[in-house]
C-alpha cells in the first residue's frame, strides 16, 4: 500500500488498454449539448457512463436537472469516509460541441476513437471526456490501493452544459452548497501549457462579449452620387474601435484596464514561455500592453478583441455607402476588472470621444478568477506533481481563456486547482480534436499521485 503503488496502477490502467476502451465508449455518445436534439443523449451519458463509474467509488449519486430551460442535467455524487479529513470536490463535462462531421480528414469520425500514433482522435477526447475519465480512473486506482479507502471525503460534479456556457451551473452550486460543501476543488480542463510540462492554473480570465452597432438609415445609397455628403457608418465606426484600442493593441479605455500585475502573479509568469508547439502561430512581439512580457500579455492582463466586424454585404459589395454596422467585441480580463459596469464604461468613453451615436450591447459574460499562486494548496500540488513527474510544473495564476471556475471560487468559496491533460494543439472545438496518448498516461500517473497524497494529509 505505497504511493508508487497507486501511480503504477494507474499506468497499467492505460498500458492493459483499459483507459482505451472506457473513452471509446464514452465518445460515441453524440453528446452534443448545441444541439437541442441532443437532450436525450445527455442523461444518457449520466445515466449509463458517469454513475457505474462514481459508485464503482463508492459514491451515491443522482442527477439534477437544470433550473435554466434547455439546459442539460447535472449529477452529483459524494463518498463520505470521516468527518475529521479533508473533502475534495472535483468537476468535469461530458458534453462536447458540435461534430462538424463531414470536416473531418478522411478516416476519421467524430463518435468514434481512432489511434494514430500518440493522437487519439475523436470529439471531446480532450474536451472534457478524455480529462474527466483520467480523474475518475486515477480515484479508482488510489482507492483499490488503500484497499477501499481514499483517505479523504470526495465529491463529483458532472456538467452537460459547458459547452453553451454551463447554464444553471451557478444556481446548482447555490442550491446544493451543503452536499457540495468541500476543502478544495481539483478539476481537469483546458491544455498544458506545452505538451512536455505538467501544468497548473489556478482560475480563468473572465469574458465578456458585447457588440457595437451604428445604424445610420435603412438603405444603402450610390457612392458616386453620396459619397463624401452622407456619413459612412462602418467608417465611424472603425474609428470608434481604433479610440478603445490602439494600432499595437493596447487597452485605451481607461476603466476596461486591469490593476498591477501583482509580485506573486508576475513571479509565476516569469517561469512560463508562451509555446503552443509546432502548429501555433508566431507571436507579434510588438502587440499589446506595452512592456509586459508575453505570458504576461495573455495571462496577467486585459485585452479588447474584434472577433466581427460587418457593413454592407461583404460576399457580394456593391458600390454603395452603407445604412449601418456592426462590430462583436470582447473583453478578457483578469480580476479586478470593473466588468459588470462594462456597459456604462464604454458607453462614457464613446460619448467623450464623439461617438454617442453608436449602441452597445452586453451579450455574454463570465467572471474572472485567481488563487493565490502563493496559497498552501497551490504549493502542496506542485510538490506532488514534481514528485511524480521529476520535472518542474509550469504555474498559471489563471487560463487565458474561461472556464466556469466562478461557480467554484465565488459561489461555493473553494480554493480551485486546475490540472489540465490535454495541449494546445489538440484541435479541440475543431476538427479532428485529439488527445496525446503520452500526456494521458502520464496525467493518470500525476492524478494517482496527487489524489494519493490528498489521502495523506491527515497523518
Not at 501549457?193 to 462579449?209: C, D, E, I, K, Y
Not at 449602441?359 to 514534481?386: F, G, H, K, Q, Y
Request: with cysteine; hydrophobic share 40%.
Amino acid at each position: 500500500m505505497t504511493r508508487e503503488a497507486a501511480v503504477e496502477r494507474a499506468a497499467q490502467y492505460f498500458d492493459s488498454g483499459a483507459f482505451r476502451a472506457d473513452l471509446a465508449r464514452r465518445v460515441a455518445f453524440r453528446t452534443e449539448s448545441q444541439d437541442q436534439q441532443r437532450a436525450d443523449v445527455l442523461r444518457q451519458y449520466l445515466v449509463d457512463e458517469i454513475t457505474p463509474a462514481v459508485q464503482g467509488l463508492g459514491c451515491t449519486s443522482h442527477i439534477v436537472d437544470n433550473p435554466v430551460p434547455g439546459g442539460g442535467p447535472f449529477l452529483l455524487a459524494h463518498r463520505h469516509e470521516d468527518d475529521t479529513l479533508p473533502t475534495l470536490l472535483t468537476y468535469g463535462h461530458g458534453d462536447v460541441v458540435l461534430g462538424h462531421d463531414a470536416q473531418w480528414r478522411a478516416g476519421l469520425d467524430p463518435w468514434q476513437l481512432s489511434i494514430e500514433g500518440d493522437r487519439w482522435y475523436g470529439r471531446g477526447t480532450a474536451d472534457n471526456k478524455g480529462q474527466h475519465t483520467i480523474n475518475l480512473a486515477a480515484l479508482e486506482k488510489v482507492l483499490e490501493t488503500r484497499g477501499g479507502r481514499l483517505g479523504f471525503n470526495l465529491k463529483v460534479l458532472l456538467d452537460m452544459s459547458e459547452e453553451t456556457g454551463s447554464p444553471g451551473l451557478g444556481e446548482v452550486c447555490a442550491e446544493h452548497a451543503d452536499e457540495l460543501a468541500a476543502d478544495l476543488l481539483i478539476a481537469s480542463d483546458g491544455c498544458r501549457l506545452s505538451a512536455p510540462r505538467p501544468t497548473l492554473f489556478l482560475g480563468s480570465r473572465g469574458a465578456v462579449n458585447f457588440t457595437l452597432r451604428l445604424n445610420l438609415r435603412d438603405n444603402g445609397y450610390h457612392s458616386g452620387n453620396w459619397g463624401g455628403l452622407l456619413r459612412n457608418p462602418a467608417s465611424v465606426l472603425a474609428n470608434a474601435i481604433a479610440s478603445m484600442v490602439n494600432d499595437q493593441g493596447k487597452l485605451l479605455v481607461e476603466g476596461l484596464r486591469p490593476p498591477e500585475i501583482p509580485d506573486s502573479v508576475r513571479a509565476a509568469l516569469a517561469d512560463v514561455t508562451v509555446d503552443g508547439g509546432p502548429d501555433s502561430p508566431t507571436i507579434n512581439a510588438d502587440w499589446g500592453e506595452p512592456g509586459l512580457t508575453p505570458s504576461e500579455r495573455v495571462y496577467g492582463w486585459n485585452t479588447l478583441e474584434v472577433l466581427a466586424f460587418t457593413a454592407g454585404t461583404p460576399q457580394a459589395p456593391v458600390n454603395a455607402i452603407p445604412g449601418s454596422a456592426e462590430a462583436h467585441c470582447q473583453l478578457r480580463f483578469v480580476v479586478g476588472t470593473d466588468w459588470r459596469d462594462l456597459e456604462r464604461i464604454v458607453r462614457e468613453h464613446l460619448d467623450e470621444h464623439g461617438f454617442s451615436m453608436i449602441d452597445i450591447e452586453v451579450r455574454s459574460s463570465v467572471a474572472a478568477t485567481r488563487l493565490d499562486p502563493e496559497n498552501e494548496w497551490v504549493r502542496w500540488a506542485l510538490d506532488s506533481l514534481r514528485r511524480t513527474t521529476g520535472t518542474k510544473p509550469a504555474l498559471l495564476p489563471n487560463l487565458g481563456g474561461t472556464l466556469p471556475n466562478d461557480a467554484f471560487a465565488e459561489v461555493l468559496g473553494l480554493p480551485t486547482v486546475w490540472v489540465p491533460h490535454s495541449y494546445p494543439a489538440c484541435a479541440q472545438h475543431a476538427p479532428n480534436e485529439h488527445l496525446l496518448g503520452s500526456v494521458a498516461r502520464e496525467a493518470l500517473r500525476i492524478m494517482a499521485g496527487l489524489f494519493w497524497d490528498l489521502g495523506e494529509l491527515d497523518r
